[in-house]
């Protein structure tokens, strides 16, 4: 008696029910929920999972498991250490030295030209070289130069 109906001319009970609609957004919700995930999606969902799992609450509440948090750990380091590996495989030490040079020669001309490197100049020496400062940076830190 209580069941949601869907008339084509008139929608009885007003709730906005539609039964091809719902199937629609089903099938969507298991598409998005069965689609293969990015790095970055399941970086996300690790982090998510150790907010749950790793907090006050899970210990009062006892749901606390440290094995479960050490497997999460455990994946999102192998995550980051792939992210690493990979930064380290485009930005060599050689390359890293070269760039590094490069930028410093830019900034040393600004400098002794008298003009302060604002922001947008920062912004349209990175587009011109094809690599942000802070690039730059975490791979010079990566190689300890």
């Known amino acids: 008696m209580n069941e949601k109906t869907y008339d084509r001319i008139i929608n ?23 689609a293969p995930k990015t790095r970055s999606d399941r970086k996300y969902e690790i982090l998510h999972k150790l907010e749950v799992k790793d907090c006050s609450m899970a210990r009062e509440c006892g749901t606390y498991k440290q094995d479960e948090i050490d497997a999460l750990r455990a994946a999102l380091k192998a995550i980051e250490d792939e992210e690493t590996s990979e930064f380290l495989a485009a930005w060599p030490i050689e390359l ?20 302060k490197i604002s922001y947008k100049d920062l912004d349209i020496q990175e587009k011109k070289v094809g690599f ?8 010079i830190q990566a190689h300890g130069l």
Do not use: I
Not at 96 to 115: E, F
Not at 133 to 139: G, N, Q, S
């Open 132 to 139: 942000t400062f802070a690039d730059m940076k975490k791979a």
């Open 12 to 34: 009885e009970g007003g709730e906005g029910y539609n039964p091809y609609r719902a199937a629609r957004e089903q099938a969507e919700m298991e598409a998005a929920r069965n």
């Open 96 to 115: 890293t030295k070269t760039r590094r040079a490069s930028w410093n020669a830019w900034g040393q001309a600004l400098k002794d030209s008298g003009a």
